[in-house]
């Protein structure tokens, strides 16, 4: 079993700074890629970023040099650092991972329960 357990959302205000974090667990065997998705009411599931094992980054045009992903591969944690927060932001946000279980060994796609991120003065 796997689980994706994100933190950080919350409220703040256009121009401030959030940092969302999100932890897989479980019987994993290796991990390919980790990312944050989003999606408004209404909307369909958008790419925000992604980062492969290697570090490779992969970014959505709409926040290009305001959102940086990084990832620590020992702890299967990934970290999206917004800055620059508009209101366009807010949304639901989604932890994915392409990960492999011990059981497996076959890369599948894994996602979050979400966190609310809501850019509101």
């Known amino acids: 079993q796997v689980q994706l357990v994100e933190s950080g959302g919350g409220l703040v205000q256009p121009g401030g700074s959030l940092r969302l974090s999100c932890a897989a667990s479980?019987?994993?065997?290796?991990?390919?890629?980790m990312g944050w998705y989003r999606q408004d009411p209404g909307k369909q599931r958008e790419l925000v970023a992604t980062?492969?094992?290697?570090?490779?980054?992969n970014y959505a045009n709409s926040v290009e040099g305001r959102f940086t992903i990084t990832n620590d591969n020992a702890k299967n944690t990934v970290y999206l650092q917004m800055n620059s927060l508009k209101p366009e932001d807010t949304a639901v946000y989604y932890c994915?991972?392409?990960?492999?279980?011990?059981?497996?060994?076959?890369?599948?796609?894994?996602w979050g329960q979400g966190t609310q991120v809501t850019v509101s003065s």
């Open positions: 994915y991972a392409k990960l492999a279980t011990v059981a497996s060994r076959r890369s599948r796609d894994y």
């Open positions: 980062i492969t094992s290697s570090w490779n980054t």
């Open positions: 479980g019987s994993i065997f290796s991990i390919d890629t």
